[in-house]
């Protein structure tokens, strides 16, 4: 537990293997019936439940661990969603408990009546020592819940880098071995999670690269960039790259470490507009710096000059921009070179 008591403190930050083809949480309960129930594991804490193994050899705590209420969820779900301030303090020893009382990590995938995994709830409420020790365990970072959203989704529209950190660096052979997970093998060479979900798109029609650049934050963007494949995956309501939103957000400091990574220069939206383009047509509404240095950055790349067709604009795109304006007046805040 050394380890991850001193993440709970540093904030720090791992990797989780394939995708279970179990597809809801009864299928998930049903395959565990047939685990062998779990040896002794020594308490940590105190969870609320009975996990006593010295009464018998074949307890079944974990059974009351997972039971689902009214809305599905778990003594996993309710106590990593708490708010009490001691009580938090407390959850990575209970949570421990929990994990060491689990027969099979396909428990920890069973979902509430939101879709969501333990997992998607602790990333909620940004807790980086229990999503990482669950991650250890062998959740999953990109199972989606009924509003298409992943741990990943959520880590990175939060701009949380130790929260995404928890759900993407690798596993070491050190934390497994904290945990004491002896009922099932998580190893470091036998990940649970691949992380090849990165383009993937949620409610918002975002990807985890669009809600990073929404968050603000350069460095989960960088992140990210390290694990994608595909830079240019365009979101659902305009057909926007990641380049086009760090152009739209006037964030050139995002705009250039994506060209670093290899975004395309050209890439269009719906409407045929490259990033070049878009920042051309908020010159009009209002000069800045931001956008002057966003005009270098792309030409230097190798930005084409906007046909004059792509420069014209009907009254729903320029509604569209208005729009945009008012939100480009928080987010100009947070631009930086």
Known sequence: MERFTKLQDQQEAPDSGYLSELQSSSDVASSALSIAAPQAAEPSGDSGINLDYSRSQSSEAWKEIYKQDDNGDTQLHIRLATVDHENRKQLPGVLLEYLRATPHPD????????????????????????????????AIANRADSMLYTPLHIASGKGNLMLLKALVDPITTEEVSDLGLTLYGVSPSAPRTKLAEISSLCSRGMTPMHLAITSGNRQVLQELLNLAIDFDTRELLEGRT???????????????????????????????????????????????????????????????????????SDPDDDDEDERHQCSFQECSKVACC
Not at 249 to 272: F, N
């Open 107 to 138: 428990l920890l995938e069973i979902t509430n009546d939101w879709g969501q995994t333990a997992l998607h709830v602790a990333c909620e409420h940004e807790d980086v020592t229990c999503a990482r020790m669950l991650v250890c365990a062998g």
């Open 242 to 312: 990641a380049l086009h939103l760090a152009a739209d957000l006037r964030r050139p400091d995002m705009l250039r470490l994506l060209l670093e990574y290899g975004a395309a220069v050209d890439g269009t939206d719906y409407s045929g507009r490259t990033a070049l383009a878009r920042v051309l047509q908020q010159r009009p509404i209002q000069a800045c710096e931001e956008l002057d240095l966003m005009d270098s950055i792309l030409r230097a790349h190798g930005a084409q000059e906007p046909e004059a067709d792509d420069m014209e």
